[in-house]
């Protein structure tokens, strides 16, 4: 039951961030997922991303659909509002609310079923327009709370729990987000919490739409033996292509890689994200390279994990959109209003 | 026939994506600058170009504007459409029409005076280039028509310049063609007509306006700064002149940059969840869409009801069902706005009759919006919303200042003990709300799942239904609070007539008819849902109601006997639902019909009565 | 207290995913199998594991399977939910615990008698595994009731070998883990209870079978081919039962491919679309859904009705609005979905009371969609659909064809001089149609924009409101071939009760509980709209009618105010809308409440009651 | 006003089709478009091509959203059902149709804001399923019928009538089908019939689904200087890729060709695609590379055009549902009811 906390004790000992808060301060209520759920990994790994950035609780707006994986807002940031939305429709919310107020910093959170079936078109047009968000999508490959239909995840061959295989192929939201002209594209892995984390930084603090699909085992349905999506198949099949280090504009960027390994690519805020290529030659801001080397090993079976790709000087919505750099909600009724004696300058061209 | 002056109208058939707006906008233009009441009908086709559209105007010097079936006049420039313009001509009236070709002889008629004009040959004759003969044909007629009527040389002469001004030759062209029309009526017809113009001084202090315009203004003076939508006819010209007027009234200074977000959304689906999540955040935020919208937003505006997140709906309503006839107007959505969505819901609707109260509703869909904490619906429809309406000039109280309803404050969460979302502390029914961002005290999780007083997840019935309870009491309780049903009584009335939207001009001049034909009749018109005590009284005081409204099945009917509790039988059905703007003919002649009177008139072939209830 | 035999009902609360599931099915089968009829009511979480749920079974020799609140016993299983668990025991009853662990003190209840038994300590000692211990308590506990109700064990036997024949070291342990309890509470508690169970023989040519299950059958048997859905509670078991039967039902011989096409689409509105493609084509397709896919869908079901395409759309109601409370009971679409989309609609609805008419209707919808040409609902809902009731047997009669309904053969369209779809040839309001590919003649062009009669593009006022009066007629005779209510009329009764769906059972225990006060009530079960004429028939005959059904605003009451001219207020709403299955007692204290007497018995604390309308 | 039918006079000298059929019997009603649309091109193109492949009008299934495009079934074909059903979801009804009745000619038109805005979610998921059916997209970068707005697949940079310009990446319909696993993928140009023609029949005859892309100018609204979707931006920048000649399965495939200067592909039914290259070593049937080859093209400014790539093989959603190969609707009642004896027997497991 979500609405039971954990108690908060304050254990002197814990580390505190920025804002002298504790990991504690960015945890939620307990969840309702199953015991093992990937899903769960991921809120932890939530937890420690923002916990480390230093965020507000009360600046971060929780977004979601429906699911399992639309669960789990409840489960970080107490502190934070959050918006359960309906199936789907999560994109479209985190839109309108982006829109009137720039300044809060958006995490969006759905699952496969959540945004590549019903939600698939949102999706597309929140990549699009480069709404500026974190969106996640906790992949498993099926629709976990309605017990374990397969999603437009599910890999070609990919076996159901009671037997059957899956014969349409994948929708791969990485590689369809590079072909929209996604700005920030990334995949992890709830079980690789280390390279998952410095993602989700380096996604809440680039400006734009920062896509991250993180496989999430559904334990309950889908992590059986013949399921593509299921622990041991990921642990064995996922390889990292670039490994991305987080560095907050706070801090100094300490050269602590040998010359010439590593790319540095700096974000708006200044904070700097480092990649160590592991795969030769990988370019992860070569959106081109990027795909067809994606598309080449998704072939080979392999589930290329990492930040995947960025360009972090594209336009934002809100600069498309052109809108005022202070948020909206923030403009007083007198910034709005033109009043009455516009009002009738106006009229005279009505007559 | 004796001189009917300032009291007749007329009709013009072209072809749409010829240009003839400009012309027809002339004459209305130069009749209203002349003082005297006029209105417009426009009635296209659902196309780009091509295909067979009419304007139809109306000049009364009573003030009279709602649509009437009679035709003094008719300008036939359309031949597709000859045969049936010239039968639409009433008896005893003209037909103008393009002689630079022979009209087929089985269209005469010996009852209306045929008036040729060679438009065409003139037109050829004095400029060059198709596309510039095309549009100065219409000029021409408009030329023409002003001759026929008598109206002022010098107002068409001002209004071509007010349009032309800069462009020194298409001004040249079309005075031009205006007198090659004009001379050419002077001289060889005796002009002016029995039906013709003087000036008055009726429409001062007036402005010719459509709804979605006004409603538009209503937007930005009600402070509005995000609209989500997706284009639909008829209400993409209120998201148009929304984003027109923004761009000027909306700028800042040192930027340049827009206090607005203007976000076209992939579908209505998206666009309503737009409006919800800027809502959420604080943010006055709307959406306008038709029907087929409103149906695509039927989950969304659920999830707005009982999460309780404003948001504003505009719903400029076409002839449906489906896809139906998207250039027609008709008052289909009643009842689905009413009760939109699975599940109990009810929903806040506000109906304007023309396109002040466009503005007006407008600004009063925000304030209720927010302070009821949930969707409200603005039911225009194609007629107000498209069409140029004569209204008095709009005034903005300066010292207005948005109802937020209760939104808590920074200050007033820091000396909270604890912040409860969904809890009745007033016993008004409505729930403080907090903004995300404004404080960690206001933070708690909306969601369109079952929930408690305290917005916490439940499953529990007693804790659920608490909060449903509270929700039908909260949407009851804005009867008293939507726009006051407008009510006219007339001393030892035997019957009342109940009526809403566009429908009102027509039975204003409807009552005063039916009073000549010895029947007097109170008329209250509804402007808000639910309905304000007032309604009820109302039908309590009348034995014989009727009930005017533009569909088939007589929903606004439908929902007075739900929420009243009078028997639906009751209330019986008036009204017409085939698209076009009702007349007070169509009103009339079905109450005495209804009474066992005999009408005034035969009644209009194309406007179906209503199947009764 | 005396002996209650084959009249109580007890209560298991457990946590789900812990497999308590097939014990609950052991004793609630172990009960039918001794002739004793037996109903459950599964009230379950809207997550997948380790949240509180709850079995409720009721034994009842007169065949009374409502649910009922009074729970003579309750096993315990939950520690979370211990304290409310302890307080449902009815006054006397007992309370089955897991004394492995002291129960704390504040729960003990001196009018209760507490039952311990070790369950985790006696299964911890005669089995190995955690995951085999958890599931084999259930089966443990499944044993002490067994013994407190004196069950058969032979019989039980029977149900554990016919589970787990195969699987020999599942079987044993399920053997031994029945044991343990049973043997345990012969030896520590004097069985049976005064509340146990005798042999009877009232089940003998019935079934246990859900309403899903039963639903899905009857698209087999109708012959449906395809069906489009997607995933959601508590409609998704109806196509997982039509799938899995059509792998055996309708596999081809030859090939071992399928006669069908089960499409799970990517959302609602695809489903839903998909269905109406096919049927289009000539197929019988149909899609199951809930509340929120029924919003979704409303834009497509305008099309439906407006271009005439037959389509089945069953809704599983659950708990609105919005998201609502997916695994708990409601009749809340009632309303939306009679008038679903935009414009001037109206649905035919058919309402089965038990999985008997779910399967029946089933049959009855695809005859009715396809001879009116139009979409129909089912509207099931949680309750009726997801648990096991007791229903005769079902039959089939070899000799049932589809009624196609008018679709025009090669043959006829070859004798045609011109097709023409939407005329009402035979004045019965429905025009014939045709299929695709059949022949070059029947070739039409589909559309959801303005028609006239003969399928083609419209903006004509007239030559559309002939097609919509037609529409309005052809619904409204569909009153006469939707099921008849079920009408039970007592003589000298004094007031009318009209109900619906699920409340059925509910109903008929309250009128015979009634009689028992004195109150003789004749009963009236609406199982389609529109409505028979018998519905009018019966609330004029009637000057109380009480109105029984699961919502909050009486939405059958709005239907049957509306539909059939009675006054909103003449029908007094009466029922809950909390989420869980009716019982008599709610209904018979709201009535004798109404009717100013007594109640029986206070009422039960979560079933709040309806807010008048 | 789609029902007024042209006069069909004979004119014996007309060619006929295998049936005995002239052209004029593939014709529809008449045209309600503006003069000069690029859709009516389409249309004529779509009139030869059926006209020339002899289909039996009546045995083609005219499918449309809601726009200008969306009304041109009505002018083709007047003796096929056609269906013009709702904004954006005639995908959904294409594929119920299909899984009923495999046997019909599904020939879908749609528009750039029909299929890419509010139907983008339903066209991804027809691609996934590789429903049987000619999909064709009048791509004209604005919605027409509700007077011009900018659709998805607006250029960036592209000028509106009235002067703004699109700021949002343009949604490629021929990207995302690769990327999405779509069969068969090409892209037209209105103003190109001969083009035209052979890739529509090919599509016909390909099992699955075949999007073309036709860039169709939008003269009323969008076919101005400064518009990247007009005559004369199409024509300075359309480039074919491949051509793509289709002989049916009727004829012999007549050695018309410089050996190796032509790949052969052939279709299901045994008809054959001939492709003659025009950029040096590209190859249709490479799906990786035709994405890589078309991403640089399109930075390049350029529209590549021609049957860009095609996989005969793949399975189309009759294959991968298991259906019978018997259309369903063609099955008897008999066929399709168990009978009581068999309800009698399920029920004993319900006891
Ligand atoms: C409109 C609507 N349709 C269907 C559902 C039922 N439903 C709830 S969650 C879900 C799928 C969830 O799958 P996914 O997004 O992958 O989340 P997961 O549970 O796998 O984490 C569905 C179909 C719903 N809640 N609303
Ligand atoms: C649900 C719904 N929303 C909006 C509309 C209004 N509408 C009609 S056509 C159209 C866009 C058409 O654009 P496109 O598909 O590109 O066709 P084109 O006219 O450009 O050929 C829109 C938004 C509608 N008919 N239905
Ligand atoms: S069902 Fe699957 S996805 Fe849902 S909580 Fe359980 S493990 Fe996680
Ligand atoms: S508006 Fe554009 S798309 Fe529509 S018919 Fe005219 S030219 Fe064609
Ligand atoms: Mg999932
Ligand atoms: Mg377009």
Redesign the interface.
Known sequence: ???IAKPKVRHPKLPVNILGLTARDYEGAMS????GCGHDSVTAAIVQAVFELGI????I?KLSG?G?SS?T??YFV????????????M???????????R??VYLGVSGDGDSL??????L??AI??NVNMLYLIENNGV?????G??S?SADVGSKAKRGEEN???P??PV??AL???ATFVARGFSGDKAQLVPILKAGMQHRGLALVDIISPCV?FNDHEGSTKSYLHTREHAQPVVIADFVPHAREITAEYAPGSVRAVTLHDGSVVNFRKVAEDYDPTD??GA??YL??RQ?AGEVATGLLYIDPAA?DM?A??????RP??D?S?T??????A???A??DT?? | MRDRVNDFAFKIATVNGTGSASANDLIRKGIFRMGIPVSGKNLFPSNIQGLPTWYEIRVNRDGHTARTPDFDVVVAMNPATYARDVAEVRRGGWLVHDSTWPLARELARDDVTFLGVPLARMCGEHFAGSRERILLKNIAYAGVLSALFDMELPVLDALLEETYGRKKGLLDSNRQALRLGRDYAQQNFDCPLPVRMERMDATADHILIDGNTAAALGCVYAGATVAAWYPITPSTSLVDAFTKFTKKMRKDPETGLGRVAVVQAEDELAAVGMVIGASWVGARAFTATAGPGISLMSEFIGLGYYAEIPAVIFDVQRTGPSTGMPTRTQQGDLLMCAYASHGDTKHILLIPGDPAECFEFAVAAFDLAERFQTPVFVLSDLDIGMNDWMIPRLRWDDSYRPDRGKVLTAEQLEGMAKFSRYTDADGDGIAARTVPGVHPKGAFFTRGSGHNKNGAYTEDAAEYAEVMVRLARKIDSAAAHVPAPEVRMIPGASVGIVSVGGCHRAVLEAVERLAARGVAADYLRVRGFPFAPAVAEFLAAHDRVFVVEQNRDGQLGHLISLETGVPRRALEPIGTFGGMPLSARDVVDQVLAALGIAAETETVIDQPEMVPA
């Not at chain 1, 079936?117 to 949102?122: K, R």
């Not at chain 1, 629709?143 to 017990?147: F, P, R, V």
């Not at chain 1, 498309?320 to 750099?325: D, Q």
């Open positions: 039951m979500t609405y309702t997922l199953c015991a507000e609780p009360h600046r707006a429906i399992c669960k807002p409840a107490q502190q934070a509002h959050g918006f359960n939305s309906v199936h789907g429709r994109p479209a919310i985190a839109t309108g609310a982006s829109a009137a107020n300044d809060l079936s019903i939600g698939l078109g949102q597309c047009h699009r327009r629709y976990g709370l309605t017990k239909q397969f437009a014969v349409q192929p929708i791969d590689l369809l072909t929209l002209g309950t959106r081109d795909h067809a598309m080449e072939r336009a809100n498309t959109l052109g809108s005022v750099h909206l909600v403009l009724f910034d709005l209003c033109p009043g009455d516009a009002l009738q106006l009229q009505y007559r």
